[in-house]
């Protein structure tokens, strides 16, 4: 349902020319939960803003439904809570969230949003001024404002930048829960909650994809050269990680396992970081 085709752009700062992006490509499917990650500064943010036409790519486009989200009614029933939000903190949720209802002229009952402050777990504090919210509150509240148009595509970034563990596993099950009902494109650093939400991804490093496909790919990709071996000496067993087979200097009556070691989301990052030479 997007298509982010060939996407360049560069910033000026000063003389200093930055560039952002550097011919990124992807394609996210309908009702899937897509994720980018990346370093700080690798073009995350950079993306989401030229999806939402916030700012223009210097080359390449971007389609939702084959249209260019140049034109505002592609870009309707985009959802977006952005990484730092900025909301009026005198009004309260309910207050707030009926401007929103108006500007995007929503004919929604009381009862169906009150459905919605139950999802995001908001209900009792419906009524409450923003200022007493805590930071995962507003983090809830954002994912609200961005739901409550129905979209069909949800953006969401930094999805729990800044969140304590009990702030984060909130935002995940909301996440969850509205996995498979919409088109959920979202940025983060957390790659085990990467791992638990997305169905595919993009890795993006200085504007580029070095990464794209499922978690499965990717983890198949990385996989081969490492090995736990598992042996017996002194009547003690050891376990040590090799990267190949040859030269073993274990006898082979000491060994007793040697399994395919299964990396971890964040050794695999570290791996493509850190070999990325472009
Ligand atoms: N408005 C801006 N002016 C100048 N440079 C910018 C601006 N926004 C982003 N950049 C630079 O562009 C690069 C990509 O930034 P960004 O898309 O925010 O990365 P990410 O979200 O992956 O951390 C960074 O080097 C950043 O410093
Ligand atoms: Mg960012």
Do not use: W
């Amino acid at each position: 349902m997007l298509k982010v085709i060939d996407v360049y752009k560069t910033y000026k700062k000063g003389k200093q020319v930055i560039n952002a992006l550097n011919g990124l490509s992807f394609e996210v499917n309908e009702n899937e939960s897509f994720a980018i990650i990346g370093p700080n500064g690798a073009g995350k943010t950079t993306t989401i803003k030229i999806i939402l036409n916030l700012i223009y790519p210097d080359k390449g486009k971007v389609l939702i439904f084959d249209k260019d989200v140049l034109d505002y009614n592609t870009r309707r029933y985009i959802g977006f809570a952005p990484e730092i939000p900025y909301y009026p903190l005198h009004m309260t949720a309910f207050e707030l969230l009926k401007i929103f209802i108006n500007i995007y002229n929503i004919n929604i009952q009381k009862n169906k949003i009150e459905e919605y402050f139950e999802l995001v777990k908001l209900k009792e504090f419906m009524n409450v001024p923003l200022s007493n919210y805590s930071k995962g509150m507003l983090q809830r509240f954002s994912i609200l404002q961005a739901i409550i148009i129905e979209p069909k595509l949800l953006i969401l970034d930094e999805l729990t930048s800044g969140l304590d563990p009990i702030g984060q596993f909130e935002i995940i099950e909301i996440v969850k829960k509205l996995k498979g009902k919409t088109t959920i494109l979202f940025t983060s650093h957390n790659l085990s909650e990467v791992e638990q939400i997305c169905d595919r991804l993009v890795i993006i490093n200085k504007g580029k994809a070095i990464f794209y496909g499922s978690i499965l790919e990717l983890k198949q990709k990385f996989s081969f050269n490492k090995y736990v071996l598992k042996y017996k000496v002194d009547n003690q067993i050891k376990e040590i990680e090799i990267d190949n087979l040859e030269n073993l200097n274990i006898k082979e009556n000491e060994i007793i396992e040697i399994k395919k070691k299964e990396l971890s989301m964040y050794e695999i990052f570290f791996e493509l970081i850190t070999k990325d030479k472009n």
